[in-house]
């Protein structure tokens, strides 16, 4: 089967290339791959994959094969999922992180939520209550930012989105935003920062919070460090928190809340660029150029004895 690989040599660190096909675990299903999408991260450190690694994480697809063990959905059911070596014609996922997708729901739209829809919904569930509280999501234009926004908006916050320049505002207030700021200058203060971009950004975010405010830690877009000068993590009142992010196990109930929010017309995923796998290096070269607004979703050429399911 054909697969996106890991190669130091290829344009943006990767390329298509022939692969034995997966071997699902009694507690994965085989799914044909339909979509997948790209994350910022993923690309960033391609430099640490092996040669030849079948690559990604976010997909949507077919049950080809069900699990084994009896559990999960049956072959020829419509599912998103979360796991290594999504960017594939076929690949095995575990039962724990895939999630059927609801009629009407389109699986290229489905195929951009996994890794920035479960980001966005784990680290506002980790903030606490949002009704009434002031939540500042930087880097908002992103795929995590953009979902992040909505359903901020949705729990009863006052979203304040902040992006790196006013172009890449554009669409945020209909999403829910009811602030959209360039930097992070002249904002007053927030209960909830979720901080996507790092560095001197992060610093800046974490004097925004109020007594008892709460920062999560989500990205690290910038090479720099975040440096917080002497006493500034001091703060009369209430305790502030900073909280990191990094669970991304058992995902399909959170994917199946998504595709239901989606279903339910009360979230729009974050397809911000689309085109064949075969544009991988052009795809790849917008997202590090900053220069889409949300995910980079692919479209995966149909292998040989596809199932034929209809993907609306």
Same mark, same amino acid.
């Given at each position: 089967?054909?697969?996106?690989?890991?190669?130091?040599?290829?344009?943006?660190?990767?390329?298509?290339?022939?692969?034995?096909?997966?071997? @699902?675990?009694?507690?994965? %299903?085989?799914?044909?791959?339909?979509?997948?999408?790209?994350?910022?991260?993923?690309?960033?450190?391609?430099?640490?994959?092996?040669?030849?690694?079948?690559?990604?994480? =976010?997909?949507?697809?077919?049950?080809?094969?069900?699990?084994? !063990?009896?559990? #999960?959905?049956?072959?020829?059911?419509?599912?998103?999922?979360?796991?290594?070596?999504?960017?594939?014609?076929?690949?095995?996922?575990?039962?724990?992180?895939?999630?059927?997708?609801?009629?009407?729901?389109?699986?290229?739209?489905?195929?951009?939520?996994?890794?920035?829809?479960?980001?966005?919904?784990?680290?506002?569930?980790?903030?606490?209550? +949002? +009704?009434?509280?002031?939540?500042?999501?930087?880097?908002?234009?992103?795929?995590?930012?953009?979902?992040?926004?909505?359903?901020?908006?949705?729990?009863?916050?006052?979203?304040?989105?902040?992006? *790196?320049?006013?172009?890449? *505002?554009? #669409?945020?207030?209909?999403?829910?935003?009811?602030?959209?700021?360039?930097?992070? =200058?002249?904002?007053?203060?927030? !209960?909830?920062?979720?901080?996507?971009?790092?560095?001197?950004?992060?610093?800046?975010?974490?004097?925004? +919070?109020?007594? #008892?405010?709460?920062?999560?830690?989500?990205?690290?877009?910038? !090479?720099?460090?975040?440096?917080?000068?002497?006493?500034?993590?001091?703060?009369?009142?209430?305790?502030?928190?900073?909280? @990191?992010?990094?669970?991304?196990?058992?995902?399909?109930? !959170?994917?199946?809340?998504?595709?239901?929010?989606?279903?339910?017309?009360?979230? @729009?995923?974050?397809?911000?660029?689309?085109?064949?796998?075969?544009?991988? %290096?052009?795809?790849?070269?917008?997202?590090?150029?900053?220069?889409?607004?949300?995910?980079?979703?692919?479209?995966?050429?149909?292998? =040989?004895?596809?199932? @034929?399911?209809?993907?609306?």
């Amino acid at each position: 089967m054909l697969a996106l690989v890991a190669d130091p040599n290829a344009p943006a660190g990767v390329r298509p290339d022939r692969v034995a096909p997966p071997r @699902s675990r009694p507690d994965q %299903a085989l799914v044909e791959v339909r979509h997948v999408s790209m994350n910022f991260g993923e690309l960033k450190h391609l430099a640490g994959r092996q040669p030849g690694a079948v690559l990604g994480y =976010d997909a949507s697809g077919v049950v080809v094969a069900a699990a084994i !063990d009896g559990s #999960g959905p049956p072959v020829g059911a419509r599912v998103v999922a979360f796991g290594p070596g999504a960017w594939a014609q076929r690949a095995a996922f575990a039962i724990a992180d895939l999630a059927e997708v609801p009629p009407g729901v389109d699986l290229a739209g489905a195929a951009a939520l996994p890794m920035a829809g479960m980001t966005a919904l784990r680290t506002l569930r980790a903030a606490g209550p +949002l +009704l009434a509280r002031r939540v500042l999501i930087t880097g908002a234009s992103g795929g995590v930012g953009r979902i992040a926004v909505q359903l901020a908006r949705r729990a009863g916050a006052h979203v304040v989105a902040a992006v *790196g320049s006013p172009g890449r *505002g554009e #669409g945020l207030a209909e999403l829910g935003a009811h602030e959209v700021v360039t930097g992070l =200058d002249g904002i007053e203060p927030v !209960d909830v920062v979720l901080e996507t971009v790092g560095g001197a950004h992060l610093v800046a975010a974490w004097n925004l +919070l109020r007594p #008892g405010g709460n920062l999560q830690s989500i990205g690290w877009v910038v !090479d720099e460090p975040a440096v917080f000068p002497p006493n500034s993590i001091f703060s009369p009142g209430p305790a502030r928190t900073l909280h @990191s992010f990094g669970d991304a196990t058992a995902v399909g109930p !959170d994917l199946a809340v998504l595709v239901g929010l989606v279903a339910a017309g009360e979230l @729009s995923p974050p397809v911000g660029w689309r085109g064949g796998w075969e544009r991988v %290096a052009e795809a790849a070269t917008e997202l590090y150029g900053r220069r889409v607004a949300g995910k980079v979703v692919l479209d995966v050429p149909v292998a =040989d004895g596809a199932v @034929s399911v209809a993907e609306g």
